[in-house]
């Protein structure tokens, strides 16, 4: 069958991720950068096809960004982005793989860095890439668990908190948004609350407003440091609305608090990056899981551009 012309007045993401966006002097920069880890999981997952099927995906949304306020409208032409491909970690250890994503968030210029996971283990390698000094850096996790399971089993998608915690990042510098109930283990809460890490349950969350709980906690965090890294783990959503991730249970959030918050986080001048993770695109038979992990991508660049 012989593909419609495009529409030039309806710009796809897909095309605006290809190209580079916007061009001219002073526009805000974005880099994409895919890190298709999925040999850490705890469940079985194929989250390393993850980020392939997030750029396709793109080619289902347009690049403009509606506000409540239409004043407030932005569109993602007026934002440069850089496509940087997926790290390549296929046959390295887990070790030599997290060497491979750290560097590779390290580098280059952008405004934000996007990471496409891949599991919640590319956390720890990307925080330390783009945060290099940890007793600077702040994290705010959106996310069903405290990630603070112990090493007995190795590092796993489970991990990544606890890592963090031991090379060195304070715990005052963490906040976690999102958590379940009957998700978590009584040790791994006990363990969140004595060492100061701030709480808040998706309860708490959406009862207050989840852009805005994130936007204040951002705040917060920004006056004791320098940078902030979010983690995203799409497994914060309630499980109806994410069959594409292992780690979903019913009671989580909705895809449009989920996206409200990485507006949230891609508006945030301290915001220096973000990942996407914990989806199984190849679980996503209806391909609903990795709209909304595109749609964050497309939100938190929104954000971006209206900083």
């Not at 916007?22 to 920069?29: D, F, I, L, T, V």
């Not at 750290?102 to 280059?108: D, E, R």
């Not at 998706?202 to 207050?208: K, V, Y």
């Not at 199984?280 to 595109?294: I, P």
Request: aromatic share 4%; hydrophobic share 45%; charged share 20%.
């Amino acid at each position: 069958m012989t593909r419609r012309p495009e529409d030039p007045e309806w710009p796809r993401a897909s095309t605006w991720l290809a190209t580079g966006g916007a061009r001219h002097a002073g526009a805000p920069r974005l880099a994409v950068l895919g890190a298709p880890l999925a040999a850490t999981s705890i469940s079985p997952s194929r989250a390393d096809v993850t980020p392939a099927a997030v750029r396709q995906a793109l080619r289902r949304f347009s690049t403009a960004y509606a506000a409540d306020d239409p004043h407030d409208d932005v569109d993602l032409e007026d934002v440069a982005v850089d496509d940087l491909g997926d790290v390549a970690i296929d046959g390295l250890g887990i070790a030599d793989a997290h060497a491979a994503i750290t560097a590779a968030v390290a580098g280059g210029s952008a405004d934000l860095v996007v990471v496409l996971g891949g599991d919640n283990a590319v956390t720890r390698p990307a925080v330390r890439g783009r945060c290099p000094d940890l007793r600077r850096a702040g994290l705010l996790t959106l996310d069903a668990h405290h990630d603070l399971r112990g090493f007995h089993a190795g590092i796993t998608n489970g991990t990544p908190v606890r890592g963090l915690l031991e090379d060195g990042l304070p715990p005052e510098h963490i906040v976690q948004i999102g958590l379940g109930s009957f998700t978590n283990s009584r040790a791994h809460r006990r363990l969140a609350l004595a060492s100061g890490i701030s709480v808040v349950t998706a309860r708490a969350a959406r009862g207050e407003g989840v852009g805005a709980c994130v936007s204040r906690h951002l705040d917060a965090l920004a006056e004791r440091c320098d940078a902030i890294w979010l983690d995203l783990d799409v497994d914060v959503l309630d499980a109806s609305f994410a069959p594409g991730c292992p780690g979903a249970r019913p009671g989580g959030l909705a895809p449009w608090e989920l996206t409200d918050a990485a507006f949230a986080a891609g508006r945030h001048p301290l915001v220096t990056g973000l990942d996407i993770v914990e989806v199984d695109a190849a679980a996503d038979t209806t391909g609903r899981t990795v709209d909304v992990a595109a749609q964050c991508l497309l939100h938190a660049a929104a954000g971006l551009a209206s900083r």
